[in-house]
């Protein structure tokens, strides 16, 4: 949704390295440039005016012109900036102290309320909730239906007494107030503590559809009144959300469709000109494809700065904690890392979601967004396959894959030999790295963590080390090879051990050394 955004900001401050001091000519064209870009990126003028003038009055202040380093002290003005028109900060859901917690939806149709209705109870239910969905659009053809079937994907019941409209050219005979009305009771006498009600929307705001938002609100009094928003209508944005504003009186935005390729203008003006924060963002086609809108995280976003936080979450969500358990101690015994090992990590990696979602949350992402978009998700299906092509002792002692194992497992994988070869060697390298890893030497490339080898020292004296012999790839010799080994370890423990410097004996006279007068009394004599 950003990208065209981030390019041009990256680019502008870009031009602000290496200087040591800027002066107002270089704050000008700095925010001459940022001007231009959220103008290009559809954001309200009033919203880039103030903007602007808030970022060159910091910039020509002290604290840019007494910074080390004021080209970064410029990007962090624009950061901080860039948060407060998303919003300030993190505005979550209020829940009601008794009685079910009443949220309404309101939005232009093709905004895609419905969609998010599902999306909505889903993440409310993995927040340890009980939501009911309303159907309360009755004049949308197939409204009903469309709720009907996304409650079922996201594992929630709907409240759908009337079937509503199912052409343009009938029309609904129920009443939107009164199921509305309905819904509330339903969810008193099932016990749910959520209740979301779905309403109607229009091609074009007008005081017919405004009508019938204002009696729902009259008659449910909701919580919540969330104001559903495509994020790729642009300087319509703004005249959209005055208007229900004032006719429904929302407390709160809810982008979606921000996965889309528009500018994005939409988030960075309605958050400003209403005055209502932006709380949650659709971000694709799935259920799952939903999140709580972070202005301090999406600010990150648009100035590539990444979104670690968001990516953390989302892997403490779907990662599985018994299988990091099991990683974790057999990384810790310094086992070998087998190919069962990293399909299990892959299958891991599949459960966060898409690849390509994920990498774009990282520092320095746009940099390399060409080769993220010309990443192909599937590879992660033609690896699984490959490895569920091998039999259980080729994942455990790969070394044994020879020619025709190979040709066999490119068959039974659907795949060519080479990108068997291919992922044999990725995984050899993986091997080593967690074997480094764990034997204390840290990354390679990198200096250890306190108290384990540093990463350039280990591979000095990798020249020097005695090669470990691999183990074979007979079960039984395996198995001798390891009880041998034991053997070695127990004898190695059971021989005498001398001091740092030597044997010293009882006879060890420190006269004999020539050591400066008095250094003797720090040797016990």
């Not at 079937?149 to 199912?166: I, Q």
């Not at 994942?395 to 060519?416: D, E, T, Y």
Request: charged letters at 25%.
């Amino acid at each position: 949704m950003f990208n065209s955004l981030s390019d041009r900001l990256t680019a502008t401050f870009k031009n602000l390295r290496g200087k040591g001091r800027l002066t107002e000519a270089d704050v000008d064209a700095t925010v001459r440039e940022i001007r231009r870009a959220l103008l290009d990126a559809d954001v309200a003028v009033p919203v880039v005016r103030e903007f602007t003038g808030q970022v060159r009055g910091r910039a020509l202040g002290a604290e840019v012109s007494g910074a080390l380093n004021p080209s970064q002290q410029i990007v962090k003005i624009v950061n901080e900036e860039l948060v407060e028109i998303l919003g300030g900060e993190t505005r979550r859901i209020r829940l009601a102290k008794t009685g079910p917690t009443i949220i309404m939806l309101a939005g232009l149709q093709g905004a895609g309320k419905t969609t998010l209705a599902g999306k909505l109870a889903k993440w409310l239910k993995g927040q340890g909730h009980s939501p009911i969905l309303v159907a309360c659009d009755l004049q949308r053809p197939n409204a009903v239906t469309q709720l009907q079937v996304v409650g079922k994907r996201a594992g929630v019941p709907v409240f759908a007494p009337h079937p509503g409209a199912t052409s343009e050219l009938e029309h609904p005979a129920g009443d939107p107030v009164a199921v509305a009305r309905a819904g509330v009771e339903e969810a008193r006498q099932k016990l749910h503590d959520v209740v979301i009600v779905d309403t109607a929307g229009r091609l074009g705001v007008d005081a017919e559809m405004m009508e019938q938002a204002r009696q729902i609100r009259r008659a449910i009094v909701p919580n919540e009144v969330l104001f559903v928003i495509d994020a790729m209508i642009g300087q319509d944005a703004v005249n959209t959300a005055m208007a229900f504003d004032e006719g429904v009186n929302f407390t709160g935005v809810v982008l979606s469709k921000l996965d889309g390729d528009a500018r994005g203008g939409a988030a960075l003006s309605v958050a400003s000109v209403t005055g209502k924060p932006v709380m949650f963002a659709s971000t694709g086609e799935g259920v799952d494809d939903f999140e709580m809108f972070h202005p301090d995280r999406m600010a990150s976003r648009i100035l590539d700065m990444g979104d670690v936080l968001t990516l953390i979450e989302q892997a403490e969500k779907s990662w599985d904690k018994d299988e990091a358990a099991r990683m974790a101690k057999k990384f810790a015994d310094q086992e070998d890392f087998t190919l069962d090992d990293f399909l299990a990590q892959m299958q891991q990696i599949r459960n966060m979601g898409s690849m390509k979602k994920m990498l774009m949350m990282m520092p320095g992402a746009q940099n390399i967004r060409q080769q993220l978009e010309q990443f192909d998700e599937r590879e992660i299906d033609r690896v699984e396959a490959i490895v569920r092509s091998m039999t259980p002792h080729e994942r455990l002692a790969p070394k044994i894959i020879n020619g025709s194992r190979r040709a066999r497992i490119a068959r039974g994988s659907g795949v060519h030999v080479s990108e068997v070869n291919g992922l044999l060697e990725r995984f050899a390298q993986a091997q080593k790295m967690m074997k480094k890893m764990a034997q204390g030497g840290g990354m390679p490339g990198m200096p250890g963590m306190p108290g384990m080898g540093g990463g350039g020292g280990a591979r000095k004296g990798a020249k020097n080390a005695p090669k470990k012999k691999a183990r074979s790839g007979n079960p039984a010799k395996a198995a001798q090879e390891l009880r041998d080994a034991e053997a070695r370890r127990a004898s190695a423990k059971a021989l005498p051990t001398g001091a740092a410097f030597g044997q010293q004996g009882s006879d060890f006279d420190p006269s004999q050394l020539n050591l400066p007068k008095g250094f003797d009394k720090f040797l016990g004599k």
